[in-house]
């Protein structure tokens, strides 16, 4: 999972299997294709960002990166009301929350440990 494209392939079955659920009537707009995930550094660390939504005016925004090559951390902001989805409305709530997403994410710092660093090495190697 260490290499860009592995992790590209893991995030995408995930998210297919997840955003198309065959018991749900909602229709998942996400990105499609592994190389159309979008890559930001963080702090040093290399996410795997985008986002997804199921109707207008509300989303989903991901953030994953591989601490493992079992395992991937996964932020997940989902802005809304406690009723009903968030809206742009005149108060621009939704460039609100987009803004309170990434101010939090420009605090994350993820600090592998070593055994953890050696893996990706070797991977990153091959």
């Known amino acids: 999972m260490f290499k860009d494209e592995d992790a590209r392939q893991w995030i995408q079955r995930i998210n297919d299997n997840s955003f198309n659920d065959s018991d749900s009537d909602q229709n998942w707009i996400y990105p499609k294709a592994a190389h159309e995930l979008p890559v930001s550094e963080i702090n040093g660390t290399t996410f795997y960002s985008y986002k997804a939504t199921d109707r207008p ?5 991901y953030f994953e990166t591989p601490i493992t090559d079992d395992h991937l951390v996964i932020f997940r902001f989902n802005p809304s009301s406690w009723h009903k989805h968030l809206i742009n409305d005149l ?9 309170t997403v990434h101010s939090f994410m420009e605090n994350v710092h993820i600090q592998l440990s070593d055994d953890a660093l050696r893996c990706q090495a070797v991977y990153q190697s091959r």
């Not at 108060?91 to 803004?99: F, M, N, Q, T």
Request: hydrophobic content about 30%; aromatic content about 8%; overall charge negative.
């Open 57 to 61: 005016h509300t989303w989903e925004s």
């Open 91 to 99: 108060d621009r709530v939704s460039e609100a929350a987009e803004k």
